[in-house]
């Protein structure tokens, strides 16, 4: 089954390979692509409809109903910033739909504290030939499509 | 299951008395050891993770969204 994949943040299409992070950069948990955040305080959207079944200030996996797992983490080592700043619309468990707010959050905050506010969006255990339509460069708004997941 | 992958893991980073921190992210163990030199990264891979990235005196253990179960299962461990 097809599956669409919507930015959870406006910004800029980025490859994966530019994350600053080799977890990321070299796809360890998946492959897929990078939203470089354009602006401040924003919410970040769930990219697909689907439950909860991680949930960290700064870094979400919303599973869907056939067991595809899509990670959003907001910025890079962001962790170390202890929820800091970001504020959780949802609880661990809860079913969202795509384009529903899941964290609130300041890619500019996390830039000023001296972390990259890059936002990997990632298909986990996906094997790359199976995703589609990753255009990088060009702006994006929250809740565009950024790529399609065939299974 | 992941009981015996957090035992495995353990093993990997050179044993409980050898580890200093561990802290679950969302897809990685970020480790504090005591003896870098004790770290066992082809132990590591076959316990299931999916890369080793060494950090000055850390190490990150790739383990996918499972990390912080696992996290919290070596820490009943330590």
């Not at chain 1, 994949?5 to 600053?20: D, F, N, R, Y």
């Not at chain 1, 959780?88 to 468990?93: A, I, N, Q, S």
């Amino acid at each position: 089954m097809s599956l669409e994949i919507l930015s959870p943040v406006s910004g800029k299409a980025t490859a994966m390979t530019e994350v600053p992070d080799p977890v990321f950069a070299q796809a360890m948990v998946g492959p897929g692509i990078a939203v470089l955040p354009s602006g401040g305080r924003q919410d970040a959207v769930a990219p697909v409809d689907g439950t909860v079944v991680t949930l960290h200030p700064h870094a979400f996996v919303v599973a869907t109903e056939d067991g595809r797992g899509v990670l959003v983490h907001l910025g890079i080592d962001t962790v170390k910033q202890k929820g800091e700043g970001f504020t959780l619309h949802v609880v661990k468990g809860e079913a969202v739909r795509a384009g529903q707010p899941v964290v609130g959050w300041d890619p500019d905050a996390v830039k000023a504290a001296g972390y990259s506010p890059i936002v990997p969006v990632v298909a986990l255990d996906a094997k790359a030939e199976v995703l589609s339509g990753l255009p990088t460069g060009g702006d994006v708004e929250a809740g565009d499509p950024i790529f399609t997941w065939d299974s | 299951m992941a009981d015996d992958r957090a035992e495995k893991i353990l093993a990997g980073l050179g044993g409980a008395e050898n580890v200093i921190e561990v802290e679950g992210c969302i897809t990685r163990l970020r480790c504090e050891l005591e003896d870098m030199s004790l770290l066992d990264e082809a132990a590591l891979k076959a316990a299931g993770a999916m890369g080793v990235v060494r950090m000055g005196a850390g190490v990150q253990v790739i383990v996918g969204p499972e990390a912080d179960n696992i996290a919290s299962d070596i820490e009943d461990l330590l």
